[in-house]
């Protein structure tokens, strides 16, 4: 697969913060707090990955109206509905697209403001949405990432509106929403809360470190923020004032790195709560030595402890995967593995399960899921999760080249409209 390439591949910019050093000398204004944390390995001896066979995807009905891939997808009620995206042309659209159960994919009927891709999606608590940063333009020509939002009714045409710049390109950006139904945007430096019922922004604070293109997910009442910078640093944010903004953030001592090698810089991170206390986390890029790496990760929160778990079974590594909760464990997918300056798709599907032995991280099992069964070897889908645990995966991309032509598939951009759901058993035995 030869991928095209654009600035929204580039690496993050170098980092405007202090060094560590300078953040603890930071604490005699009371700016920063530094955690004392330890690494642990819990690798375990190495096992065999075997296949789950509780497992399956199936056809949904399809495809859609307008194929489209890095677009914005969620579930609202029955209903399937995918925000922009980028076309066959590569041209970034401000097309709303809506399946329905009974009826499937409807005519285009509504539309953004403005026309993104790759941007974030979160539900908000009024039954409205935020659609916040993305692309617009023409990939690989003219596309730029945008520093603004909107929100809408997704299920009603003409309902959306302007949101006021975050103040800073989002390109990079991680959204997380909280319990308290605003969403934490941390990009850069800064960190700003969006407050739904007035959608307007909080006055910024102050990050520990520049962070791009790095993993956020809240854990009990403390935001956790994980790679992103040259240190592939973790820092934590405390959310247990509700409706207050946070004054502080919380730098960990412990980074991602490998035991035995040097602190180094690692984006691409993914990572998803497990309990009120842990977190998961998984794959990233090494842009020292321009790698993915399969390294998995089980985050004590509460102790501020990082175990080492059994590396994922991906021998490329890979960055940018998807993971989902499940009363299993964490479903893995998709994800893209680098290495000096060639890329390609991983294809993830991977189940990690007893991740936790009586809220104590322990030896997890990791079982191979069906590969998703489709004919083209696609990239940029859109996945969405519902809450029952299933993931849909719908729309992707691939270039095939001339050189590839056997005469069944057709050549050149190749964009698909069609999903898949992976549907894995909850209750039955496994093995």
Not at 324 to 342: K, M, N, Q, S, Y
Not at 394 to 419: A, K, N
């Amino acid at each position: 697969m030869q991928p095209i390439r654009s600035e929204m591949s580039a690496s993050p910019t170098a980092s405007r913060t202090s060094t560590i050093a300078s953040l603890l000398a930071a604490l005699a204004v009371a700016r920063f707090a530094v955690a004392v944390t330890a690494l642990e390995r819990i690798d375990g001896p190495e096992q065999d990955v075997r296949h789950f066979g509780l497992a399956y995807w199936e056809a949904m009905p399809g495809p859609m109206q307008l194929p489209v891939f890095d677009g914005m997808a969620m579930q609202v009620g029955q209903q399937l509905v995918v925000l922009g995206g980028f076309t066959r042309e590569l041209e970034a659209t401000r097309a709303i697209q809506i399946r329905s159960p009974l009826d499937g994919w409807r005519p285009i009927g509504s539309a953004l403001l403005e026309p993104r891709a790759r941007a974030s999606l979160l539900p908000l608590p009024n039954g409205r949405a935020l659609v916040l940063g993305g692309y617009s333009g023409t990939w690989g020509r003219d596309a730029k990432a945008r520093d603004d939002g909107e929100t809408l009714d997704p299920l009603v045409a003409g309902s959306a509106r302007d949101v006021e710049p975050f103040g800073e390109s989002l390109d990079g950006h991680a959204a997380t929403p909280l319990a308290d139904g605003r969403i934490a945007v941390t990009c850069g430096c800064s960190l700003r809360l969006f407050d739904p019922t007035t959608e307007s922004w909080s006055e910024p604070l102050e990050l520990s470190r520049e962070r791009h293109h790095h993993a956020s997910v809240v854990v009990g009442d403390t935001l956790v923020l994980i790679g992103g910078d040259d240190l592939g640093s973790i820092e934590s944010i405390d959310l247990s004032e509700v409706d207050a903004l946070p004054t502080s953030t919380y730098l960990w001592e412990v980074t991602l790195a490998r035991p035995g090698e040097p602190d180094g810089p690692i984006t691409g991170v993914a990572a998803v709560a497990l309990d009120g206390r842990h977190a998961y986390a998984a794959g990233g890029f090494r842009s020292d030595d321009r790698t993915t790496v399969p390294t998995a990760w089980c985050i004590d929160v509460a102790k501020r402890l990082v175990h080492r778990t059994p590396d994922l079974p991906l021998p490329s590594g890979a960055c940018d995967l998807v993971l989902a909760t499940h009363p299993r464990g964490v479903i893995i997918l998709d994800g893209e593995w680098r290495t000096r300056g060639e890329r390609g798709n991983v294809n993830a599907s991977l189940l990690v399960s007893r991740l936790l032995a009586e809220g104590v991280p322990t030896t997890p099992e990791i079982w191979r899921l069906p590969s998703l069964g489709a004919s083209l070897d696609l990239a940029h889908r859109m996945l969405v999760r519902s809450a029952d645990g299933t993931v849909e995966v719908v729309g992707g991309y691939r270039y095939r080249s001339p050189s590839e032509d056997d005469g069944t598939q057709p050549v050149g951009v190749i964009v698909d409209g069609t999903g898949q759901r992976l549907v894995v058993d909850a209750l039955g035995t496994a093995d």
